[in-house]
């Protein structure tokens, strides 16, 4: 690429220049990094990787009769506030991660806060929202093209609806 930019400091990572998300090329030169790659390496990072995953037997799975997706979702709170949601499950990478990108942005908020980005969460994969609503939401932004996939919803919201039941009985 012509025009890229040669940044020695910066050669073994990504950087950010003017909105562009860029990542080395072999030859030290930065080369543009299509947000879909970005959003697929954030997406296979909590699959692979998945936050606050641990054997929750005592519980009742959530399950998606349509493709096997399985998850139980647990909220260790108070009244008022969030201490830690885990969940435990099995199924597609979009189910697995977004129930651990879940579990990363509610545990420590408060129930009520908590219980709003549930909502609006949903309210995005369901079209009510636009998509560009979670892009204030770190990792969780990388889900916004579910909205495109209609087979793939129910994957993306199967612990949403999981934690959904379980902030009712706190």
Known sequence: MKDATRTDSFTNGTLLAAGVLVEP???????????????????RDHYKNPRNKRPLTHLKAVENPSCGDSVKVEVDSDSHQIRQ???????CSISMCSASMMSELLSGKSVSEAKTLVSRFLSVIRG?????TLDDLGDLAALKGIVELPVRVKCATLAW??????????
């Open 85 to 91: 949601v885990s969940f435990d499950g099995s199924g």
């Open 161 to 170: 609806h999981a934690v959904e039941k379980a902030l009712e009985t706190v």
């Open 25 to 43: 090329a072999q030859n030290g030169y930065f080369q543009p990094m299509a947000f879909d790659e970005m959003y697929q390496e954030i997406i």
């Open 128 to 132: 009510e929202l636009p998509p560009d």
